[in-house]
């Protein structure tokens, strides 16, 4: 039995509390009263829950134990637990003893915080290999030279260009993620405005030429499918994200190969796009190289062609991503392996 004081507690407390999830329970841990959200976490409704025992209903046994330890100890008890569909769902647990006996439970969704957490992990181990790659080559470099085990001048200029290579890669990394963090946090307010996609086209041509040159790869313009028609977007943002995908474009393209940069109007907006005959994304990985620090081939990635066109973070398609998500606009490919890719991006039209 609960004591019918506490009964009506629980009452006004499930009638003011917003965002937790509340139930009670008696002492052989059995459902005496659920809110609406925790019966639906449960998945089953208000009514049907009553009477059930707290494994049967939620099949948790952490849930289950944070609960019988409230029971046995008499005190407050906290601890965290997986429910709902498949435990997807993470939920820190506060189990509170009643005096007539029974325990009141209340759950607090911790789920985005725990994904928050992850993601920061992930991204600080990635950063920091991302960082000590091109720094121990320095290093390594530099402790060769001041050994003075090399004495030719040539071998001595081969080194320090290794090293401004290294450095370069250092330098686009930062940029990169300063870029990233900025377009992350909405801190870059977009200045929109109507942009002729033939000239977006254009620059992007003249800009990716010298890198296109290095690797003997042709830049082709498409011919517009329309004159009319305006994108509304930032011209910086926009031109960096064409820019981007160009740039990868050339860099897996095979030497000689072909890159065909253009746009069409679609009903209400405009998509460029970027085609290439080179490696190719395996569908496998294509959902994935959107996301930071991405690569389909980490080893490739860091070969000499990648490296004189300024080394691979695996950040360029996630700046990109974030460019048309801060446009509300979309990104996406087709590709197949061996055969090439297009990118696209997608910007709404200005009329
Ligand atoms: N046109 C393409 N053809 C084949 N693979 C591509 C192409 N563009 C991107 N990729 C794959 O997607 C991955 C992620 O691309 P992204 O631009 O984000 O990073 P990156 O080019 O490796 O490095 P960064 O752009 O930061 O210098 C690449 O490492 C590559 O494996
Ligand atoms: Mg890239």
Redesign the pocket.
């Known amino acids: 039995m609960i004591d019918p004081i506490a009964a009506a507690a629980f009452e006004a407390l499930l009638a003011r509390r917003g965002g937790d999830l509340l139930l009670m329970i008696d002492r052989d841990l059995r459902i005496v009263r659920a809110g609406p959200e925790a019966a639906s976490l449960a998945e089953r409704d208000e009514p049907s829950i009553i009477g059930m025992s707290l494994i049967a209903a939620f099949g948790s046994a952490a849930f289950d134990a944070v609960a019988r330890h409230a029971v046995t100890l008499g005190e407050a008890v906290a601890g965290e637990a997986d429910l709902g569909h498949l435990g997807a769902r993470h939920f820190a647990v506060d189990a509170v003893p009643l005096a007539g006996g029974g325990v009141v439970l209340s759950l607090h969704d911790i789920t985005a915080l725990r994904r928050m957490e992850r993601v920061r992990r992930d991204f600080v181990a990635n950063i920091s290999h991302e960082l000590r790659t091109p720094l121990t080559s320095i290093k390594l470099l530099a402790e060769t030279v001041s050994s003075g085990s090399v004495d030719d001048p040539a071998t001595m200029r081969d080194f320090a260009s290794q090293v401004e290579r290294e450095a370069d890669h250092l330098a686009?990394?930062v940029d990169?993620l300063l870029d990233l963090s900025m377009i992350e946090s909405g801190e870059t307010a977009l200045s929109l405005e109507p942009l002729d996609p033939e000239a977006i086209v254009a620059d992007c041509v003249i800009r990716i030429g010298p890198v296109a040159e290095r690797r003997k790869v042709h830049i082709v313009r498409r011919p517009p499918s329309s004159t009319e028609v305006r994108a509304l977007a930032d011209p910086n943002r926009l031109g960096q994200a064409l820019l981007?995908?160009a740039?990868?474009?050339v860099?897996?393209?095979h030497l000689g190969g072909e890159v065909r940069i253009g746009w069409e109007a679609l009903e209400d907006r405009v998509r460029f796009t970027?085609a290439?005959d080179?490696?190719?994304?395996s569908e496998a990985?294509q959902a994935r190289?959107?996301e930071?620090f991405?690569?389909?081939?980490r080893s490739?990635?860091r070969t000499r062609d990648?490296e004189q066109l300024?080394?691979?973070?695996?950040?360029?398609?996630?700046?990109?991503r974030h460019i048309a998500e801060a446009h509300h606009g979309a990104v996406g490919l087709v590709?197949e392996e061996g055969l090439?890719?297009t990118?696209w991006i997608e910007v709404p039209s200005a009329f």
Not at 294 to 297: F, H, R, T
């Open positions: 686009q990394l990169e981007n995908l740039h990868n474009a860099k897996y393209s970027v290439d080179g490696i190719g994304v990985h190289i959107f930071r991405y690569k389909v081939d490739r990635a990648a300024g080394g691979s973070a695996g950040l360029g398609l996630a700046i990109v590709s090439g890719s990118f």
